[in-house]
Nanobody, 122 residues
Framework: QVQLVQSGGGLVQPGGSLRLSCAASGSIRRINAMGWYRQAPGKERELVASITSGGTTNYADSLKGRFTISRGNALNTVYLEMNSLQADDTAVYYC????????????????WGQGTLVTISS
């Protein structure tokens, strides 16, 4: 059984910073990529950033320069460093493991974390 457990998030003032973490556990053989998505009230879920097992990163254009995605040494952990936070960054942030393959299985699938609320407010 696979679990993606997120931590971090909470309430921060405009201009502040936050760091989100996500760790995947289980009998994991390989994860092709991990990413962060967010969903603001009344809006669709959107990509924030992703990183492949080889370290290639991809960011939403509007977030480049403020957000940084990275992976832990074990490659089953992903972080999102968020700086200069603004009110419209308020959203539930979700971690995603893309094409995660378990030991003994050939086909992979995507898994999602439980979501973490990030609120930017003074």
């Amino acid at each position: 059984q696979v679990q993606l457990v997120q931590s971090g998030g909470g309430l921060v003032q405009p201009g502040g910073s936050l760091r989100l973490s996500c760790a995947a556990s289980g009998s994991i053989r390989r994860i092709n990529a991990m990413g962060w998505y967010r969903q603001a009230p009344g809006k669709e879920r959107e990509l924030v950033a992703s990183i492949t097992s080889g370290g290639t990163t991809n960011y939403a254009d509007s977030l480049k320069g403020r957000f940084t995605i990275s992976r832990g040494n074990a490659l089953n952990t992903v972080y999102l460093e968020m700086n200069s936070l603004q009110a419209d960054d308020t959203a539930v942030y979700y971690c995603k493991a893309e094409n995660l393959r378990l030991i003994g299985q050939w086909n992979g699938r995507d898994y999602w974390g439980q979501g973490t609320l990030v609120t930017i407010s003074s």
